[in-house]
């Protein structure tokens, strides 16, 4: 009933840019929170990046600070990660998390398929 659709994922060059999408639809009746997480080959996933409906609070993995941004569109149901002076160590396939209360279910967590992204020259 849910679906999270990643976009803009793709090569880039050391120091490049890149701005991932992800559009939640379906019966939504309130997303909660929406998140950004990525998988390096062979690594764990970690989150990336958080941002809250209440407030619009942010959190940030410590190796992106300052140079990753996440915002969102409410009207949308979109939320976007600005990702600036990117480096080969943030090669990974990024996905989009959402927490979302439905018209027919209690808040529940949902995914993304991922989106690749290559740093490399």
């Known amino acids: 009933q849910v679906q999270l659709v990643e976009s803009g994922g793709g090569l880039v060059q050391p120091g490049g840019s890149l701005r991932l999408s992800c559009e939640a639809s379906?019966?939504?009746?309130?997303?909660?929170?929406m998140a950004w997480y990525r998988q390096a080959p062979g690594k764990q996933r970690e989150l990336v990046a958080r941002i809250f409906n209440s407030g619009g609070s942010t959190n940030y993995a410590d190796s992106v600070k300052g140079r990753f941004t996440i915002s969102r569109d409410n009207a949308k149901n979109t939320v976007y990660l600005q990702m600036n002076s990117l480096k080969p160590e943030d090669t990974a396939v990024y996905s989009c998390?959402?927490?979302?209360?439905?018209?027919?279910?209690?808040?529940?967590?949902?995914w993304g398929k991922g989106t690749l992204v290559t740093v490399s020259s």
């Open positions: 379906g019966s939504i009746f309130s997303i909660n929170a």
């Open positions: 998390y959402a927490f979302i209360t439905t018209m027919q279910t209690y808040a529940m967590n949902y």
